[in-house]
Protein backbone atom coordinates (compact mmCIF):
# COMPACT_ATOMS: atom_id res chain seq x y z
CA UNK A 1 0.00 0.00 0.00
CA UNK A 2 1.69 3.04 -0.94
CA UNK A 3 1.64 6.11 1.12
CA UNK A 4 2.18 9.57 -0.49
CA UNK A 5 4.39 10.61 2.46
CA UNK A 6 7.41 9.17 3.86
CA UNK A 7 7.19 9.62 7.47
CA UNK A 8 5.81 6.47 8.56
CA UNK A 9 2.92 6.53 11.74
CA UNK A 10 2.75 4.30 14.39
CA UNK A 11 -0.31 4.11 16.50
CA UNK A 12 -1.04 2.37 19.62
CA UNK A 13 -3.98 -0.40 20.15
CA UNK A 14 -6.38 -0.56 22.78
CA UNK A 15 -9.76 -0.82 24.00
CA UNK A 16 -10.31 1.88 20.90
CA UNK A 17 -8.81 -0.28 18.08
CA UNK A 18 -9.11 -3.59 18.81
CA UNK A 19 -11.39 -4.88 16.19
CA UNK A 20 -10.52 -6.55 13.03
CA UNK A 21 -12.58 -3.39 11.27
CA UNK A 22 -10.78 -0.74 13.51
CA UNK A 23 -7.36 -2.38 12.89
CA UNK A 24 -7.72 -2.25 8.97
CA UNK A 25 -9.15 1.47 9.08
CA UNK A 26 -6.43 2.84 10.84
CA UNK A 27 -4.31 1.08 8.67
CA UNK A 28 -6.18 2.32 6.08
CA UNK A 29 -5.55 5.82 6.96
CA UNK A 30 -2.02 6.28 7.18
CA UNK A 31 -0.97 3.57 10.44
CA UNK A 32 2.02 1.95 9.29
CA UNK A 33 3.02 0.00 12.63
CA UNK A 34 1.26 -1.03 15.83
CA UNK A 35 2.09 -0.54 19.31
CA UNK A 36 0.65 -3.43 21.11
CA UNK A 37 1.36 -2.03 24.79
CA UNK A 38 2.70 -4.96 26.99
CA UNK A 39 1.57 -2.78 30.64
CA UNK A 40 -2.07 -3.34 29.76
CA UNK A 41 -3.79 -6.67 28.50
CA UNK A 42 -3.25 -10.59 29.17
CA UNK A 43 -1.37 -12.64 26.88
CA UNK A 44 -4.18 -13.79 25.13
CA UNK A 45 -5.57 -10.66 24.50
CA UNK A 46 -2.49 -9.39 22.67
CA UNK A 47 -2.35 -12.89 20.93
CA UNK A 48 -5.85 -11.67 19.39
CA UNK A 49 -4.61 -8.37 18.38
CA UNK A 50 -1.78 -9.75 16.51
CA UNK A 51 -3.59 -12.25 15.11
CA UNK A 52 -6.04 -9.28 13.86
CA UNK A 53 -2.74 -7.41 12.33
CA UNK A 54 -1.63 -10.07 10.06
CA UNK A 55 -4.90 -11.19 9.27
CA UNK A 56 -4.98 -7.11 7.74
CA UNK A 57 -1.81 -7.66 6.60
CA UNK A 58 -2.78 -10.78 4.39
CA UNK A 59 -6.07 -9.66 3.38
CA UNK A 60 -4.52 -5.97 1.90
CA UNK A 61 -1.65 -7.15 0.82
CA UNK A 62 0.47 -4.55 2.75
CA UNK A 63 3.47 -5.37 5.19
CA UNK A 64 2.56 -4.46 8.25
CA UNK A 65 5.14 -3.92 11.40
CA UNK A 66 4.60 -4.60 14.70
CA UNK A 67 6.18 -3.46 17.69
CA UNK A 68 5.99 -4.61 21.49
CA UNK A 69 6.24 -1.89 24.08
CA UNK A 70 7.81 -4.05 27.22
CA UNK A 71 6.27 -2.32 30.55
CA UNK A 72 9.46 -2.04 32.37
CA UNK A 73 10.50 -2.12 36.37
CA UNK A 74 7.16 -0.14 37.79
CA UNK A 75 8.78 1.95 40.78
CA UNK A 76 5.42 2.84 43.15
CA UNK A 77 4.55 3.86 46.86
CA UNK A 78 2.43 1.08 48.82
CA UNK A 79 -0.66 2.24 50.58
CA UNK A 80 -1.66 4.58 52.39
CA UNK A 81 -4.68 4.20 55.61
CA UNK A 82 -7.23 6.79 54.24
CA UNK A 83 -6.37 6.29 50.43
CA UNK A 84 -4.66 9.38 50.37
CA UNK A 85 -2.92 12.62 51.96
CA UNK A 86 -2.18 15.74 51.69
CA UNK A 87 1.44 16.68 51.39
CA UNK A 88 2.23 20.69 52.27
CA UNK A 89 5.39 22.50 51.20
CA UNK A 90 7.69 22.37 53.74
CA UNK A 91 6.56 19.02 55.34
CA UNK A 92 8.58 16.10 56.19
CA UNK A 93 7.87 13.11 54.67
CA UNK A 94 9.50 9.79 54.77
CA UNK A 95 9.82 6.63 52.71
CA UNK A 96 10.80 3.31 53.68
CA UNK A 97 10.06 -0.32 53.65
CA UNK A 98 7.68 -0.88 56.33
CA UNK A 99 4.42 -2.62 54.73
CA UNK A 100 2.10 -0.63 57.32
CA UNK A 101 -0.34 1.51 55.47
CA UNK A 102 1.10 5.14 55.06
CA UNK A 103 -0.32 8.24 56.37
CA UNK A 104 0.66 12.36 56.56
CA UNK A 105 4.09 11.42 57.64
CA UNK A 106 5.26 8.20 55.88
CA UNK A 107 4.49 5.73 53.60
CA UNK A 108 6.27 2.31 51.97
CA UNK A 109 8.47 2.24 49.00
CA UNK A 110 8.80 -1.39 48.33
CA UNK A 111 12.21 -0.85 46.41
CA UNK A 112 15.70 -1.21 48.69
CA UNK A 113 17.58 -0.96 45.69
CA UNK A 114 16.21 2.65 45.44
CA UNK A 115 17.35 3.41 49.15
CA UNK A 116 20.76 2.00 48.38
CA UNK A 117 21.63 3.95 45.58
CA UNK A 118 20.18 7.03 47.07
CA UNK A 119 22.31 10.12 48.30
CA UNK A 120 21.14 13.42 50.61
CA UNK A 121 20.27 16.24 48.06
CA UNK A 122 18.47 13.87 45.43
CA UNK A 123 15.02 14.49 43.95
CA UNK A 124 12.29 12.13 44.23
CA UNK A 125 8.73 12.76 41.97
CA UNK A 126 6.04 11.39 42.68
CA UNK A 127 2.75 11.10 40.83
CA UNK A 128 4.28 12.00 36.99
CA UNK A 129 6.23 14.44 38.76
CA UNK A 130 3.29 16.67 40.21
CA UNK A 131 5.13 16.29 43.86
CA UNK A 132 8.54 16.77 44.39
CA UNK A 133 10.56 15.76 47.37
CA UNK A 134 14.21 16.40 47.70
CA UNK A 135 15.99 13.45 50.47
CA UNK A 136 17.81 14.86 53.55
CA UNK A 137 19.03 11.78 55.00
CA UNK A 138 18.82 8.36 53.97
CA UNK A 139 19.99 5.02 54.56
CA UNK A 140 19.36 1.44 53.12
CA UNK A 141 15.76 1.03 54.38
CA UNK A 142 14.44 5.26 54.91
CA UNK A 143 14.59 8.11 53.57
CA UNK A 144 13.31 11.19 54.89
CA UNK A 145 12.84 13.89 52.66
CA UNK A 146 11.62 17.46 52.47
CA UNK A 147 8.89 18.52 50.43
CA UNK A 148 9.45 20.80 47.47
CA UNK A 149 6.49 20.70 46.12
CA UNK A 150 3.20 19.40 47.73
CA UNK A 151 -0.19 17.67 46.41
CA UNK A 152 -2.42 14.89 47.25
CA UNK A 153 -0.14 11.50 47.23
CA UNK A 154 -2.45 8.66 47.19
CA UNK A 155 -2.29 4.88 46.61
CA UNK A 156 0.77 3.32 44.51
CA UNK A 157 1.49 6.61 42.67
CA UNK A 158 4.35 6.37 40.58
CA UNK A 159 8.19 7.32 42.07
CA UNK A 160 11.16 8.94 39.51
CA UNK A 161 14.28 9.33 40.64
CA UNK A 162 16.19 11.50 38.26
CA UNK A 163 19.01 12.49 39.65
CA UNK A 164 20.51 8.38 40.46
CA UNK A 165 21.55 5.46 37.92
CA UNK A 166 19.14 2.80 39.51
CA UNK A 167 20.68 -0.57 40.00
CA UNK A 168 18.18 -1.93 38.19
CA UNK A 169 17.62 -4.47 35.04
CA UNK A 170 15.29 -2.66 32.35
CA UNK A 171 14.05 -6.00 32.64
CA UNK A 172 11.37 -7.40 35.44
CA UNK A 173 10.46 -10.63 35.96
CA UNK A 174 7.27 -9.94 33.95
CA UNK A 175 9.06 -8.15 30.95
CA UNK A 176 10.80 -11.38 30.25
CA UNK A 177 7.81 -13.64 30.35
CA UNK A 178 6.19 -11.02 27.93
CA UNK A 179 9.67 -10.62 25.87
CA UNK A 180 9.41 -14.65 25.40
CA UNK A 181 5.85 -14.56 24.43
CA UNK A 182 6.15 -11.92 22.09
CA UNK A 183 9.26 -12.81 20.32
CA UNK A 184 7.55 -16.51 20.07
CA UNK A 185 4.15 -14.72 18.84
CA UNK A 186 6.35 -12.93 16.17
CA UNK A 187 6.86 -9.57 16.88
CA UNK A 188 8.75 -7.29 14.51
CA UNK A 189 10.45 -4.68 17.00
CA UNK A 190 10.89 -5.21 20.93
CA UNK A 191 10.63 -1.23 22.47
CA UNK A 192 12.52 -1.85 25.73
CA UNK A 193 11.91 0.35 28.77
CA UNK A 194 13.50 1.94 31.69
CA UNK A 195 16.82 2.05 29.66
CA UNK A 196 19.66 3.68 31.63
CA UNK A 197 22.83 1.70 30.01
CA UNK A 198 23.87 -0.54 26.87
CA UNK A 199 24.22 -3.54 28.94
CA UNK A 200 20.49 -3.27 29.62
CA UNK A 201 20.02 -3.43 25.28
CA UNK A 202 22.50 -6.54 25.67
CA UNK A 203 20.74 -8.25 27.63
CA UNK A 204 17.29 -7.66 26.03
CA UNK A 205 19.13 -8.60 22.84
CA UNK A 206 20.02 -11.89 24.02
CA UNK A 207 17.18 -13.03 25.13
CA UNK A 208 15.33 -12.44 22.05
CA UNK A 209 18.29 -14.20 20.07
CA UNK A 210 17.66 -12.76 16.52
CA UNK A 211 13.61 -13.42 16.31
CA UNK A 212 12.74 -9.11 16.63
CA UNK A 213 14.76 -5.92 16.59
CA UNK A 214 15.72 -3.92 19.82
CA UNK A 215 14.32 -0.55 20.25
CA UNK A 216 15.40 1.72 22.92
CA UNK A 217 13.03 4.16 24.89
CA UNK A 218 14.96 7.29 26.06
CA UNK A 219 12.87 8.20 29.12
CA UNK A 220 15.63 8.44 31.85
CA UNK A 221 18.72 11.46 31.98
CA UNK A 222 20.89 8.47 32.52
CA UNK A 223 20.01 7.72 29.12
CA UNK A 224 20.64 10.68 27.56
CA UNK A 225 23.94 10.79 29.47
CA UNK A 226 25.07 7.25 27.82
CA UNK A 227 23.20 8.05 24.55
CA UNK A 228 26.03 7.80 22.09
CA UNK A 229 26.87 4.14 23.50
CA UNK A 230 22.56 2.84 23.52
CA UNK A 231 22.60 3.86 20.17
CA UNK A 232 25.51 1.62 19.26
CA UNK A 233 23.75 -1.14 20.90
CA UNK A 234 20.30 -0.73 19.47
CA UNK A 235 18.45 -0.93 16.12
CA UNK A 236 16.65 1.65 17.05
CA UNK A 237 15.45 4.54 19.17
CA UNK A 238 12.50 5.69 20.83
CA UNK A 239 12.59 9.21 22.11
CA UNK A 240 9.69 8.92 25.13
CA UNK A 241 9.15 12.98 25.94
CA UNK A 242 6.30 12.10 28.39
CA UNK A 243 9.47 10.91 31.03
CA UNK A 244 11.68 12.68 29.34
CA UNK A 245 9.62 15.59 30.54
CA UNK A 246 9.30 14.58 34.51
CA UNK A 247 12.69 13.85 35.41
CA UNK A 248 14.28 16.60 33.02
CA UNK A 249 13.59 20.73 32.90
CA UNK A 250 10.51 20.40 30.06
CA UNK A 251 12.78 23.04 28.55
CA UNK A 252 15.62 20.45 28.01
CA UNK A 253 13.17 18.50 26.00
CA UNK A 254 12.77 19.80 22.47
CA UNK A 255 17.19 20.55 21.85
CA UNK A 256 17.34 16.59 23.25
CA UNK A 257 14.50 15.92 20.67
CA UNK A 258 16.25 17.41 18.09
CA UNK A 259 19.82 15.56 18.90
CA UNK A 260 18.68 12.53 18.89
CA UNK A 261 16.89 12.75 16.29
CA UNK A 262 19.49 13.93 14.28
CA UNK A 263 22.12 11.22 15.94
CA UNK A 264 19.45 8.18 15.04
CA UNK A 265 19.82 9.80 11.23
CA UNK A 266 23.34 10.15 10.77
CA UNK A 267 23.57 5.89 12.47
CA UNK A 268 20.91 5.32 9.81
CA UNK A 269 18.72 3.48 12.85
CA UNK A 270 15.07 4.66 12.57
CA UNK A 271 13.78 6.77 15.14
CA UNK A 272 10.41 7.38 16.81
CA UNK A 273 9.35 10.59 18.49
CA UNK A 274 6.72 9.87 20.89
CA UNK A 275 4.24 10.75 23.38
CA UNK A 276 1.35 13.76 23.98
CA UNK A 277 1.63 14.55 20.13
CA UNK A 278 -2.02 15.06 19.62
CA UNK A 279 -3.56 14.54 23.51
CA UNK A 280 -6.41 16.93 22.63
CA UNK A 281 -7.99 14.03 20.29
CA UNK A 282 -8.21 11.97 22.86
CA UNK A 283 -11.66 13.14 23.36
CA UNK A 284 -12.20 16.14 20.41
CA UNK A 285 -12.10 15.35 16.85
CA UNK A 286 -10.05 18.57 15.80
CA UNK A 287 -6.27 18.76 17.35
CA UNK A 288 -5.27 22.06 18.65
CA UNK A 289 -2.65 24.33 16.97
CA UNK A 290 0.39 23.69 19.15
CA UNK A 291 0.07 19.92 18.39
CA UNK A 292 -0.16 20.33 14.80
CA UNK A 293 2.80 22.49 15.17
CA UNK A 294 4.77 19.64 17.41
CA UNK A 295 3.94 16.92 14.66
CA UNK A 296 5.09 19.07 12.00
CA UNK A 297 8.59 20.14 14.38
CA UNK A 298 9.37 16.42 14.73
CA UNK A 299 8.91 15.94 10.86
CA UNK A 300 11.04 18.80 9.64
CA UNK A 301 13.49 17.41 12.29
CA UNK A 302 13.92 13.75 9.88
CA UNK A 303 12.29 11.56 12.38
CA UNK A 304 11.26 8.64 10.75
CA UNK A 305 8.11 8.02 12.74
CA UNK A 306 5.38 9.99 14.82
CA UNK A 307 3.41 7.95 17.32
CA UNK A 308 -0.45 7.91 18.89
CA UNK A 309 -0.88 6.13 22.19
CA UNK A 310 -4.31 7.10 23.95
CA UNK A 311 -5.29 9.22 21.28
CA UNK A 312 -5.62 5.53 19.19
CA UNK A 313 -5.35 2.98 22.10
CA UNK A 314 -8.93 4.62 24.12
CA UNK A 315 -9.80 7.64 22.27
CA UNK A 316 -12.82 8.41 20.82
CA UNK A 317 -11.39 9.33 16.95
CA UNK A 318 -8.29 7.17 16.68
CA UNK A 319 -8.75 7.16 12.93
CA UNK A 320 -9.35 10.92 12.63
CA UNK A 321 -5.95 10.91 14.30
CA UNK A 322 -4.41 8.58 12.33
CA UNK A 323 -5.62 11.08 9.08
CA UNK A 324 -4.79 14.20 10.91
CA UNK A 325 -1.02 13.07 11.35
CA UNK A 326 -1.16 12.02 7.68
CA UNK A 327 -2.32 15.48 6.58
CA UNK A 328 0.09 17.10 8.71
CA UNK A 329 3.08 14.88 7.37
CA UNK A 330 2.20 15.63 3.28
CA UNK A 331 1.57 19.13 4.13
CA UNK A 332 5.42 19.09 5.58
CA UNK A 333 6.64 17.34 2.78
CA UNK A 334 5.34 18.82 0.17
CA UNK A 335 7.16 22.58 1.89
CA UNK A 336 10.11 23.83 0.02
CA UNK A 337 11.62 24.42 3.17
CA UNK A 338 11.18 20.67 4.34
CA UNK A 339 13.55 19.50 1.21
CA UNK A 340 16.55 22.13 2.08
CA UNK A 341 16.15 21.46 5.94
CA UNK A 342 16.73 17.62 4.91
CA UNK A 343 19.30 18.62 2.48
CA UNK A 344 21.24 20.78 5.35
CA UNK A 345 21.15 18.34 7.58
CA UNK A 346 22.76 15.18 5.82
CA UNK A 347 25.90 14.33 8.42
CA UNK A 348 26.71 10.87 7.08
CA UNK A 349 30.35 9.99 6.68
CA UNK A 350 30.49 6.46 5.77
CA UNK A 351 32.96 5.38 3.84
CA UNK A 352 32.08 1.62 2.76
CA UNK A 353 30.99 0.42 -0.80
CA UNK A 354 27.33 0.91 0.22
CA UNK A 355 27.31 4.08 2.07
CA UNK A 356 28.82 5.24 -1.73
CA UNK A 357 26.94 3.17 -3.46
CA UNK A 358 23.19 4.88 -1.71
CA UNK A 359 24.52 8.20 -1.81
CA UNK A 360 25.63 7.98 -5.61
CA UNK A 361 21.80 6.53 -6.05
CA UNK A 362 20.13 9.72 -4.35
CA UNK A 363 22.54 12.01 -6.72
CA UNK A 364 20.98 10.84 -9.65
CA UNK A 365 17.63 10.46 -8.86
CA UNK A 366 17.60 14.48 -7.73
CA UNK A 367 19.65 15.66 -10.67
CA UNK A 368 18.24 13.64 -12.95
CA UNK A 369 14.35 13.03 -14.06
CA UNK A 370 14.92 9.25 -12.42
CA UNK A 371 11.20 8.31 -10.30
CA UNK A 372 12.19 5.86 -7.75
CA UNK A 373 15.23 4.41 -5.82
CA UNK A 374 14.66 0.49 -5.98
CA UNK A 375 16.77 -1.17 -3.52
CA UNK A 376 17.50 -4.96 -3.14
CA UNK A 377 17.79 -6.06 0.63
CA UNK A 378 18.33 -8.90 3.02
CA UNK A 379 18.98 -7.73 6.02
CA UNK A 380 17.44 -4.24 5.97
CA UNK A 381 20.88 -2.68 5.76
CA UNK A 382 20.57 -0.85 2.34
CA UNK A 383 17.65 0.75 2.91
CA UNK A 384 18.28 2.11 5.65
CA UNK A 385 21.46 3.21 4.14
CA UNK A 386 19.23 4.74 1.41
CA UNK A 387 16.74 6.27 3.89
CA UNK A 388 19.71 7.76 5.73
CA UNK A 389 19.86 10.04 2.39
CA UNK A 390 16.18 10.67 2.80
CA UNK A 391 16.24 11.29 -1.43
CA UNK A 392 13.98 13.71 -2.98
CA UNK A 393 12.08 10.56 -4.98
CA UNK A 394 10.55 7.44 -3.42
CA UNK A 395 12.45 4.15 -2.32
CA UNK A 396 11.25 0.51 -3.02
CA UNK A 397 12.50 -1.91 -0.94
CA UNK A 398 12.70 -5.22 -1.93
CA UNK A 399 13.04 -8.19 -0.42
CA UNK A 400 12.30 -11.67 0.11
CA UNK A 401 12.65 -11.78 3.70
CA UNK A 402 8.83 -10.89 4.98
CA UNK A 403 10.76 -10.24 8.13
CA UNK A 404 12.76 -7.67 6.97
CA UNK A 405 9.67 -6.25 5.01
CA UNK A 406 8.22 -5.55 7.98
CA UNK A 407 10.89 -4.14 10.52
CA UNK A 408 11.46 -1.90 7.08
CA UNK A 409 7.68 -0.01 7.60
CA UNK A 410 9.22 1.89 10.58
CA UNK A 411 11.93 3.59 8.35
CA UNK A 412 11.37 6.74 6.89
CA UNK A 413 10.28 6.74 3.05
CA UNK A 414 10.29 2.60 2.72
CA UNK A 415 7.91 0.74 0.39
CA UNK A 416 8.10 -2.65 1.01
CA UNK A 417 7.93 -4.92 -1.61
CA UNK A 418 8.03 -8.92 -1.23
CA UNK A 419 9.79 -10.69 -3.94
CA UNK A 420 11.78 -14.31 -4.55
CA UNK A 421 14.64 -14.73 -3.89
CA UNK A 422 17.41 -13.69 -6.93
CA UNK A 423 19.93 -14.92 -8.42
CA UNK A 424 20.76 -13.05 -11.45
CA UNK A 425 20.80 -9.27 -11.47
CA UNK A 426 19.22 -8.72 -15.07
CA UNK A 427 16.16 -10.49 -12.81
CA UNK A 428 16.57 -7.98 -10.14
CA UNK A 429 15.91 -5.11 -12.19
CA UNK A 430 12.87 -6.61 -14.13
CA UNK A 431 11.08 -7.00 -10.85
CA UNK A 432 12.10 -3.46 -10.08
CA UNK A 433 10.34 -2.34 -12.91
CA UNK A 434 7.27 -3.85 -12.17
CA UNK A 435 7.07 -3.16 -8.67
CA UNK A 436 7.79 0.57 -9.83
CA UNK A 437 4.96 0.29 -12.34
CA UNK A 438 2.46 -1.37 -9.86
CA UNK A 439 2.70 0.76 -7.14
CA UNK A 440 2.42 4.14 -9.49
CA UNK A 441 5.81 5.06 -8.90
CA UNK A 442 6.72 4.79 -12.73
CA UNK A 443 5.70 4.54 -16.21
CA UNK A 444 6.61 2.24 -18.62
CA UNK A 445 8.72 5.93 -20.34
CA UNK A 446 10.38 6.51 -17.20
CA UNK A 447 13.63 5.56 -15.82
CA UNK A 448 14.65 3.77 -12.31
CA UNK A 449 17.53 3.23 -10.20
CA UNK A 450 18.48 0.00 -8.84
CA UNK A 451 20.67 -0.74 -6.31
CA UNK A 452 22.05 -4.38 -4.96
CA UNK A 453 24.43 -6.76 -4.03
CA UNK A 454 25.66 -9.38 -6.27
CA UNK A 455 26.04 -12.45 -5.17
CA UNK A 456 22.66 -12.26 -3.90
CA UNK A 457 21.20 -13.28 -0.76
CA UNK A 458 24.48 -12.36 1.08
CA UNK A 459 23.88 -9.83 3.78
CA UNK A 460 25.70 -6.57 3.42
CA UNK A 461 27.21 -6.83 -0.31
CA UNK A 462 25.87 -3.66 -1.23
CA UNK A 463 27.90 -3.13 -4.89
CA UNK A 464 26.01 -2.49 -8.11
CA UNK A 465 23.97 0.18 -9.13
CA UNK A 466 22.30 0.41 -12.41
CA UNK A 467 19.92 3.20 -14.27
CA UNK A 468 17.10 1.49 -15.89
CA UNK A 469 14.02 2.10 -18.30
CA UNK A 470 10.91 0.99 -16.42
CA UNK A 471 10.13 -0.82 -19.76
CA UNK A 472 11.05 -4.58 -19.40
CA UNK A 473 11.64 -5.21 -22.14
CA UNK A 474 14.14 -2.46 -22.92
CA UNK A 475 15.56 -4.26 -20.02
CA UNK A 476 15.78 -7.90 -21.79
CA UNK A 477 16.97 -6.21 -24.78
CA UNK A 478 20.22 -4.61 -23.53
CA UNK A 479 21.20 -6.25 -20.01
CA UNK A 480 23.10 -9.06 -20.20
CA UNK A 481 22.67 -12.59 -18.38
Not at 415 to 429: I, P, Q
Amino acid sequence: MRRQRNVKIVATLGPASETYEMIRSLHEAGADVFRLNMSHGSHEEIREKHRIIRQVEKDLDSPIAILADLQGPKLRVGTFADGAEELEEGARFTLDLDETPGDGSRVCLPHPEIFAALEPGATLLVNDGKIRLRVEACDNSSATCVVVTGGTISNRKGVNVPDVVLPLAALSAKDRDDLEFVCTLGVDWLALSFVQRPEDVAEARDLAGGRAAILSKIEKPAAVDRFDDILKASDGIMVARGDLGVELPVSAVPPIQKRLVRACRAAAKPVIVATQMLESMIESPMPTRAEVSDVATAIYEGTDAIMLSAESAAGQYPVEAIDTMHHVATEVEGDPTYAQIVAGSRSAKGTTIADGIVAAARGIAEKTDIKVICCFTESGTTALLTARERPGVPIIAMTSKRGTARRLCLSWGCNCVMTEELVRFKMAVVNAARAARAGGFATESDQIVVTAGVPFNQPGTTNILRVAPCDERLIYRTDPE
